[in-house]
């Protein structure tokens, strides 16, 4: 299935003020969407609830405005689980794409993607937070939206590869379930960039993240991404459990590499499906009969879902044979486990979070870097 089109979104909401700013006039070049505009803020939530009582659909409005917040933040992570340090830049909040995994899905009352405009304050955030000229700090667009959703039009990952060149301790990784990258591979500030893409079996795609670019065109574009010069990084998150589902997991590490080489991989991570008490409730809600939950989960030391800790183990460890069978260098980690089955899976003894960013980033100075 094709990806959706920027094209397609039927309404902006914008201060006439900003349409100067560089994301603001990509937007209003786009042919088709109606305009709205507001002058301050508060108006903006009328505009929202008159589109929503026309019957226009959240994932089709776009809301321009400035992050009120913090666009810098170290990853939260999960109540004791290992979390790798991961850096996010909050760009946009909200996802044109539809996977019914997501936990964008808990955010009942929101409505639109609102996209972020200004980022300029950025160059210092990074430069105030990032000091350790040791580490190797990875730091990623993709955790409430994705990457590259209407990057062509925001220009927003070609700005942050920019700021972010030259800083020899950081990468910038963008991340993805699209595969619309001809827009990046003019870009020469490339070599701190990781394009990441998420990957899934097809089973999996199909049923939980059809909106998305295939699976194939996923791994084709990071070929092409790879040839251009960008280092790159895979994601096996959420692994969703059916029956024959470990084959089909494997044979994707195949197929992987049957078209990726090996060296380009910075890192790999694995997790499973995961989730808050009442989430399930509201997918089952949304996308009546669906079978996601369809597995054995059960909560564990940070209230979350998962599948029972040792066919987990077992996954990742059958996982992490077939990838190291393929590819020494790329850093294999999980995401959001606990110390135990770090120790289960790689025989590591991993405590903290800081411990895995460490080793994280010693690997990568060691297997990359080093140079
Ligand atoms: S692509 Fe990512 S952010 Fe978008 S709906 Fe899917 S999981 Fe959520």
């Known amino acids: 299935?094709?990806?959706?089109?920027?094209?397609?979104?039927?309404?902006?909401?914008?201060?006439?003020?900003?349409?100067?700013?560089?994301?603001?006039?990509?937007?209003?070049?786009?042919?088709?969407?109606?305009?709205?505009?507001?002058?301050?803020?508060?108006?903006?939530?009328?505009?929202?609830?008159?589109?929503?009582?026309?019957?226009?659909?959240?994932?089709?409005?776009v809301i321009l405005k400035k992050y009120p917040g913090r666009l810098f933040q170290k990853c939260p992570g999960s109540r004791n689980m290992i979390c790798c340090n991961y850096r996010l830049i909050n760009t946009r909040f909200n996802c044109m794409y539809d996977c019914s995994y997501c936990f964008l899905n808990s955010y009942l009352n929101s409505y639109g993607i609102t996209q972020f405009i200004e980022f300029e304050s950025l160059r210092n955030e990074i430069t105030q937070n990032l000091t350790d000229d040791n580490m190797i700090y990875r730091v990623g667009t993709g955790e409430f939206t994705d990457s590259l959703l209407m990057d062509g039009i925001t220009g927003i990952s070609g700005f942050l590869m920019k700021i972010f060149s030259?800083?020899?301790?950081?990468?910038?990784?963008?991340?993805?379930?699209?595969?619309?990258?001809?827009?990046?591979?003019?870009?020469?500030?490339?070599?701190?960039?990781?394009?990441?893409?998420?990957?899934?079996?097809?089973?999996?795609?199909?049923?939980?993240?059809?909106g998305c670019a295939s699976i194939k065109s996923r791994i084709n574009a990071a070929s092409k991404a790879a040839s251009s010069g960008f280092y790159l990084a895979f994601h096996f998150d959420?692994?969703?459990?059916?029956?024959?589902?470990?084959?089909?997991?494997?044979?994707?590490?195949?197929?992987?590499?049957?078209?990726?080489?090996?060296?380009?991989?910075?890192?790999?991570?694995?997790?499973?499906?995961?989730?808050?008490?009442?989430?399930?409730?509201?997918?089952?809600?949304r996308y009546s009969g669906s079978d996601l939950f369809s597995g054995e989960l059960f909560p564990g030391a940070d209230g979350k879902y998962r599948y029972l800790k040792r066919d987990r183990i077992l996954f990742y460890k059958k996982m992490v044979e077939k990838i190291r069978s393929y590819a020494l260098k790329p850093f294999i980690y999980l995401c959001m486990e606990s110390s135990d089955v770090w120790k289960s899976v790689f025989d590591l003894d991993i405590s903290t979070s800081d411990e895995l960013e460490n080793i994280f980033s010693i690997h990568l100075k060691r297997e990359f870097f080093s140079k």
């Open 1 to 61: 299935m094709k990806p959706i089109l920027p094209e397609s979104l039927n309404a902006v909401i914008y201060n006439p003020a900003d349409s100067d700013n560089m994301i603001v006039s990509g937007f209003l070049k786009i042919k088709g969407p109606l305009f709205f505009t507001y002058n301050n803020e508060d108006e903006i939530a009328g505009i929202a609830v008159s589109l929503k009582m026309s019957g226009y659909e959240s994932k089709r409005v």
């Open 166 to 210: 030259g800083r020899r301790n950081v990468l910038l990784e963008l991340k993805t379930k699209s595969d619309e990258i001809n827009h990046l591979l003019s870009i020469k500030y490339r070599t701190n960039t990781v394009l990441a893409w998420s990957l899934n079996t097809e089973r999996n795609y199909l049923k939980y993240e059809s």
């Open 238 to 285: 959420p692994i969703i459990v059916y029956p024959g589902a470990l084959e089909e997991y494997l044979e994707l590490v195949d197929f992987l590499f049957s078209i990726i080489d090996p060296s380009v991989i910075l890192w790999i991570s694995m997790g499973v499906l995961r989730y808050s008490q009442g989430f399930k409730d509201i997918v089952l809600d």
